[in-house]
């Protein structure tokens, strides 16, 4: 039997080893896993080789054989490497366009444009503070709040445009331009784009039915309101919180005159649905993703509220 100790010694201590938990002392009991299983904590987690590095959410994951951890911000923050140096992959996601309430009869509204999304890979960091802002602060009608990681700026989606020959607001994304209403006159194109976070928004019908365009997505151009309410475009997917999700879609345009022009559809990536029904309201973009929101309805000559876009993200990772 004293000569199985050593052996039965050594391969307890490997087992320990496989399934480690190294907590570091902070209140949020933050933990680090240096097996395959993944956890989800808040504060600061020690990475086997690397950085350690506190902020945001923490998770741990593991894609095709390879560990990452990941620090969520769906707030304000600050991203803080304690020690170390290594290369992060960031995705920042501007929050998305609102949409205006409706004030007098016109055009069908357009769409809110998604939030402006970008990736960064291999941003080298070391020992220091970097500052994160998640865009979420603007109301309805207005275009979205930036988001920003250290140096790197994507810019908040455009706002949807009033149904009286306006056209979307710039952004990220472009919002949907609003449709034209009987003898108006003007301009209904939809708004303008940031090459590489997004797309521009679809235009407003300038022909009955006056249709809004949908806003813009992170990944395809927002829908022109032709026959319709213009949908909103599709953001992009991405996995780098270890999860498949949508980013940046574009909001729907509202519906015109009690269903002569159908309501547009929010895109992927958490875009609002355009609001349908005599004033019905504008659908908010979903929170943290960055969508856009779904412009209100022109119908009965009654005031649809407009609705605010949802609120970005940023999320770091790296290998560990």
């Not at 350690?52 to 095709?64: E, K, Q, R, S, V």
């Not at 498949?244 to 519906?255: I, K, P, R, T, V």
């Not at 929170?287 to 609120?311: D, M, Q, Y």
Request: proline share 1%.
């Amino acid at each position: 039997m004293k000569h199985l100790l050593p052996i039965l010694i050594a391969l307890t201590c490997t087992a320990l080893h496989a399934q480690s938990v190294i907590v570091k002392g902070t209140d949020a009991g933050a933990v680090h896993r240096s097996g395959t299983g993944a956890g989800s904590v808040r504060g600061v987690a020690t990475a086997a080789t690397g950085i350690t590095a506190t902020g945001g959410t923490i998770t741990n994951y593991t894609i095709t054989g390879t560990n990452y951890q990941a620090h969520i911000f769906t707030n304000d923050g600050t991203f803080e490497v304690t020690s170390g140096t290594n290369n992060i992959d960031v995705l920042i996601v501007a929050q998305g366009g609102g949409t205006p309430t409706r004030v007098v009869a016109g055009g069908a509204l357009g769409g809110g444009g998604g939030g402006g999304v970008t990736t960064v890979l291999a941003y080298a960091v070391s020992v220091g503070s970097y500052t994160v802002t998640v865009g979420g602060s603007s109301g309805a009608g207005t275009n979205g709040e930036n988001s920003v990681f250290d140096t790197v700026t994507a810019i908040g989606g455009g706002a949807g445009g009033l149904g009286q020959s306006e056209n979307g607001g710039d952004g990220g994304s472009g919002g949907g331009g609003g449709g034209f209403g009987a003898g108006e006159i003007g301009s209904n194109t939809g708004g303008t784009n940031v090459v590489g976070q997004g797309k521009v928004g679809g235009d407003g019908n300038a022909n009955d039915p006056y249709s809004g365009g949908g806003g813009g997505g992170a990944g395809v151009a927002g829908v022109n309101g032709v026959g319709a309410g213009g949908d909103g475009g599709d953001g992009i997917s991405s996995t780098i919180s270890g999860t498949a999700s949508w980013y940046g879609g574009g909001g729907g345009a509202g519906e015109w005159n009690s269903g002569d022009s159908a309501a547009g559809l929010g895109g992927q990536g958490g875009g609002g649905n355009g609001g349908s029904g005599d004033g019905g309201a504008g659908n908010a973009g979903e929170l943290n993703t960055g969508g856009g929101a779904g412009a209100p309805a022109e119908s009965g000559g009654l005031a649809g509220v407009g609705a605010n876009g949802g609120s970005g993200i940023v999320i770091v990772r790296y290998v560990i």
